[in-house]
């Protein structure tokens, strides 16, 4: 489901409180057997939790791409917002710096806990929404 006419300042917005919850450490990135694809960014490049706090804190809302809803049974009520960032990461293989597109997934529960649901690269080329 995709959620029509958000504007740049619910973006904005919405990544304050992000990046709030984020510097304050109420956050975690899923690194479960469910998110390989998370954890391959993490064993493919070299990359500790410091610089995907700042790569997360890097955030614009013009890398806002859209807000899709959680399938998840149990959690149909929750939104899930996704953001897209090219950044610079030094191969763990190679040691040749790469310029990585990263798919970024972000559930904010009620009480301004940050889920990053995915943060891994892109699969496939992302649309950026205010872009």
């Keep these: 489901m995709h ?5 740049l300042n619910e973006i904005d917005v ?24 998370n954890r391959d960014l993490f064993l493919n490049y070299v990359l ?7 790569i997360l804190l890097g955030l614009t809302a013009t890398d806002f791409s859209e807000v899709l809803q959680n399938e998840h049974r149990g959690y149909e009520h929750e939104l899930l917002y996704v953001f897209g ?25 009620d009480n301004c806990y940050v889920i990053v649901v995915s943060l891994h690269e892109q699969k496939y080329p992302i649309s950026y929404y205010f872009k």
């Design 3 to 7: 959620i029509f006419d958000i504007t």
């Design 14 to 37: 919405y990544l304050t409180e992000v990046k709030d919850a984020i510097q304050k450490n109420h956050y975690r990135i899923e690194l479960n057997s469910h998110r390989q694809d």
């Design 48 to 54: 500790d939790e410091m610089m995907a706090k700042d």
């Design 85 to 109: 960032k090219d950044v610079e990461l030094l191969e763990r293989m190679g040691n040749t710096k790469k310029t990585v597109s990263l798919y970024i997934k972000f559930n904010k529960t």
